[in-house]
């Protein structure tokens, strides 16, 4: 990542491009994902966190617990009440490569943190996200970025992101619906693959791999590629904050918008240019 110096405090980073290097570029197209360890502070990950916290005591559709847990749940769309979250998906070190991968200007398509809860009954079924998005708002083309930014360290024990290297590369895999608990939000274990789709996939060149990392690291991943996360063995909570950028072209289809907490419709390309100087928390 090529940046100037202080890119990295937010709104001290004000029109100043980050670039990926072409071997991080090759990385993405070619794996389907690329780590970006650290790419947020300690400090910087702190503040997102007090955001998020502060966030989660509001209830409404937009909060959904995890079932049988008082700690764990996703938060959809925080970046639309959070000033500080607002200025995060807007901010260079993201829009930069994002906006470059896709070239394309971008606007957010889904926002949320998802809370594993410690000792958790939570996997996530092996899925890729463009099914979802095709099934349920008729997304004409997978031109969108997922970035996940680790809130905690991510450790073989807590359920970290796991991916089918390559596996973005063979399209939409296995339309087949599982029946799971999907209503509004489409669950990963209503389009989990199965034992077939995916012995196809991994091969020797093409493994399933885990990504660990400590807290304020990235993973870009595309909207294509077989993931999912094993349920948090470890005694406290997993935090992992996921934005979902689309390109401007590429606008859902459906006459039946989902809420916009789920798919926002405000599709005004994202711009670093209106962030502020902003170093204390602002809620
Ligand atoms: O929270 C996780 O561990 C995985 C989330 C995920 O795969 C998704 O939202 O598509």
Not at 145 to 174: C, K, P, Q, R, W
Request: glycine residues 8%; proline residues 7%.
């Amino acid at each position: 990542l090529h940046s100037d110096p202080d890119s990295q405090a937010f709104g001290e980073s004000r029109r100043r491009n980050v670039h990926l290097s072409n071997a991080q570029r090759e990385v993405y197209f070619d794996a389907g994902y690329l780590l970006l360890p650290q790419l947020f502070s300690s400090e910087q990950v702190e503040e997102i966190c007090d955001n998020v916290e502060h966030d989660a005591r509001f209830s409404g559709p937009h909060n959904v617990p995890e079932s049988g847990s008082t700690e764990g749940g996703t938060v959809y769309a925080p970046h639309e009440r959070s000033e500080l979250l607002r200025y995060l998906v807007r901010s260079p070190q993201l829009l930069g490569p994002v906006q470059e991968l896709l070239n394309s200007d971008v606007y957010i398509y889904q926002m949320k943190v998802n809370v594993k809860s410690p000792l958790g009954d939570n996997k996530v079924a092996w899925h890729q996200d463009y099914t979802a998005w095709a099934t349920a708002d008729d997304l004409p083309r997978p031109d969108l970025v997922n970035v996940a930014i680790y809130l905690d360290d991510s450790t073989e024990f807590n359920g970290s992101l796991m991916f089918v290297s390559g596996s973005h590369h063979g399209g939409v895999l296995g339309r087949h619906r599982n029946g799971g608990n999907s209503q509004t939000h489409l669950d990963p274990s209503d389009i989990a693959l199965r034992a077939g789709d995916l012995s196809e996939l991994v091969t020797q060149e093409r493994n399933m791999a885990s990504t660990h990392g400590t807290r304020g690291t990235a993973v870009l991943f595309h909207p294509l590629i077989v993931h999912g996360s094993h349920p948090n063995m470890s005694p406290v909570a997993r935090r992992l904050l996921i934005i979902t950028y689309n390109a401007v072209h590429n606008l859902p289809r459906t006459s039946h918008p989902r809420p916009t907490y789920l798919v926002g419709r405000n599709t005004v390309p994202l711009s670093n240019n209106d962030v502020p100087t902003l170093r204390g928390a602002s809620k």
